[in-house]
C-alpha cells in the first residue's frame, strides 16, 4: 500500500538553486503587483475627485450666477444714479448664505458695480473672460486668475429690458478647493495603505502556504523531479497504470501502452478515460474494485500472460487512486524455456539413474541368490524396453527435440509408476521449424504433465497415459490420452479460459489458456474429447505449412 506523507524538511541538491528562493520571489511578485494596482486606483481616485470637484463646484457657481442675474431688482439697480450701493447691498447677503468667495457685478464696460472688497468697486473687472457673457449672452464656467487670485468662476448676463447691461461672476478659490481635494484623498490614501499592507500579509500568508503545499520545494526542483520521475516511468520495462479514485486513467507509460495496443499512442486517447474503456480483461476491472493489495497476480492481457501488483494510494488516509504495474510472463518464460529444458533432461537423466540403480539392485541380489538364469532374462527385458523406446523415437520422430522431449517422459513417468505408451503407429517425420518445434515443445510438455497430474492419485494398475501423433495429411496431430477423472461436462467450455482450474492452490488456470494461445498462434487448434482410458483426451492440431491457415486468424 502506499502512502504519501508531506515532510516539512526536504533537503534536496537536485538543481542549484537561486539566491532569492520561491517564497520571497512570489512575496515581492504579489506585493509588487498589490502597490502597482494601489498606486493607479489612488492616482486615479484623486484625479477623479479633483475632476469632479471641480465640475460641482463650476455647477454651484453657475446655479448662484444665475440667480442673483434673474433679480429684477440687480437689473433695475443699473438705472439708479448710485448703483453700486444697491447692487452690493442685494449680492453681500446671497455671498455669505452661499459661502461664494466672491460675487463681482460689473456694468458692459467691465466697471465693477459690487465686489467683496469696497476697495475695488469702480474698478476694471480682472480676468479678460467676460466677453462670451456681454458680447453674446452666454452663460459659462472658466478658470482664470483674479483680483483675489485663481479661482473657478461662472458668468451669467444681466438683463434690462431685453438687452444686456452686465455680468455677474459668482466664483471659488482654486486653492480653496485644492484644499477640499487634498482632504478627501488623503483619507483615500489611507485606507488604501492599509489595504495594502493587508495585501502583502495576505500574500505572506499566501506563500507560506504554497511553499509547505508544495514540501518546501522550489519550482526549479518540481520541474527536475516532474522530469526525473517521467524518464523513470517511461524508462521502465514494467507497465505502470495510474488510475484516480473514480476509475479513470491518470498516466500509461510506454510498456503499458506497448502491452495493451501493441504500440506508443498519444495521451489524448487514454488520459481521463475509464480504465473499463481500454482494459481488455475483466480480472483487472476486478481487481480495481478490490481496496486490498495484490501482489504478482497472475492474469492474461490480451495475448501475454502477466503478473499484476495492485497498490492503492492514500494521501492523508484519503483514497485518492490505484497503481498497477505489469511484469511480462511471457520475457520471464524466455529465460525459464532454457531453465525448463535443462530441467526436463535433468529429470530424465535422474529418473533413469534412479531406475538404473534399482535395477542394479535387483540384479545384484538375483546373482546373490544364483539366480543367473533370470538375471539375464531381466537384463535382456529391460535392455530391449530402453531399445525399443529409443528405436521408436528416432523411426517415428525426426525431430530430435521433440523425441528428447518424449523420452525424458517416458523415464519420467516410469520412475512415478505410470503406464506411458505411445501408439506403434505414431508417425512424425516432418521437418518442424523454429515456431512450431517450440510450439510443440511447450503445448506437448504441459498436456503430458496435466496427464501425470490427472492420474498420480489413482491406483496403480490405472496409471495410465496414452500417446498418439500422427503427420498424416495436411496436420500435425498430437492426442493424449489419461485415465483420470476428466473434465466435468459443466466445465468443458470453461477448461481453456485464463484463470480457469480444478486444481487446488493460488496461480492456476493459466497452463491451458496458454498451451491454447501458443497452438493458435502457429494457426493450430486445440480441443477436448472423450478419452479411451475413462479421463480426458486432449487433441492439438499445426498445419504443416503455417500459410495454410493463415486466413484464420488474419
Known sequence: ??????????????????????????????????????????????????????????????????????????????????????????????????????????????????????????????????????????????????????????????????????????????????????????????????????????????????????????????????????????????????????????????????????????????????????????????????????????????KTIVFVNKAPIYAENSFIGTVFTFRNKTEIDLLTKELKSVKQYTNALRAQTHEFSNKLYTILGLLQLDKKEEAIRYIQRESSLQKNWIHLLIQKVSDPMVSGLLLGKLNQASELGIEFTIQEDSRLTTHLNEMQSEALLTAIGNLIDNAMDAVKNNSPADKKIALYFTDIGNDIIFEIDDAGEGVPDQHITSVFQQGFTTKEGEHGGFGLALTKQIIEEVNGDLYLEEGDLGGASFVLSIPKDLEERGDSNA
Open 1 to 302: 500500500m502506499m502512502r504519501l506523507h508531506k515532510r516539512r524538511e526536504m533537503h534536496l541538491n537536485l538543481q542549484p538553486t537561486n539566491i532569492i528562493g520561491f517564497k520571497m520571489k512570489m512575496i515581492l511578485l504579489i506585493g509588487a503587483l498589490i502597490i502597482a494596482i494601489i498606486l493607479v486606483i489612488g492616482f486615479f481616485t484623486g484625479h477623479f475627485i479633483s475632476e469632479t470637484m471641480e465640475a460641482q463646484v463650476g455647477d454651484r457657481a453657475l446655479s448662484v450666477a444665475e440667480s442673483v442675474a434673474h433679480i429684477p431688482e440687480l437689473a433695475e439697480a443699473f438705472r439708479q444714479e448710485d448703483p453700486p450701493s444697491a447692487i452690493n447691498a442685494l449680492v453681500t447677503p446671497i455671498q455669505q448664505a452661499t459661502k461664494a468667495e466672491f460675487i463681482v457685478v460689473g456694468n458692459r464696460k467691465e466697471i465693477r458695480y459690487a465686489h467683496p472688497d469696497n476697495d475695488k468697486i469702480g474698478k476694471k473687472m480682472v480676468g479678460e473672460d467676460n466677453e462670451r457673457a456681454l458680447a453674446y449672452g452666454e452663460s459659462y464656467v472658466s478658470k482664470a486668475v483674479g483680483s483675489l487670485g485663481s479661482s473657478v468662476r461662472a458668468k451669467v448676463p444681466v438683463y434690462l429690458d431685453g438687452e444686456i447691461v452686465g455680468v455677474v461672476s459668482v466664483g471659488y478659490l482654486v486653492n480653496d478647493i485644492q484644499s477640499i481635494i487634498q482632504s478627501s484623498t488623503s483619507h483615500i490614501w489611507i485606507v488604501l495603505v492599509n489595504i495594502a499592507v493587508v495585501a502583502v500579509i495576505g500574500a505572506i500568508l499566501i506563500a507560506s502556504y504554497i511553499k509547505k503545499v508544495l514540501l518546501g520545494l522550489e519550482p526549479k526542483e518540481i520541474a527536475y523531479l516532474l522530469f526525473q520521475k517521467e524518464t523513470i516511468l517511461q524508462s521502465t520495462h514494467e507497465g505502470i497504470i495510474a488510475v484516480n479514485q473514480n476509475g479513470m486513467i491518470t498516466m500509461l507509460n510506454f510498456a503499458a501502452q506497448r502491452l495493451l495496443f501493441d504500440q506508443v499512442i498519444p495521451s489524448r486517447q487514454y488520459e481521463g478515460k475509464p480504465l473499463k474503456d481500454l482494459a481488455p480483461s475483466q480480472q483487472l476491472l476486478n481487481l480495481l474494485h478490490d481496496e486490498n493489495e495484490r501482489i504478482d497476480q497472475e492474469m492474461m492481457i490480451g
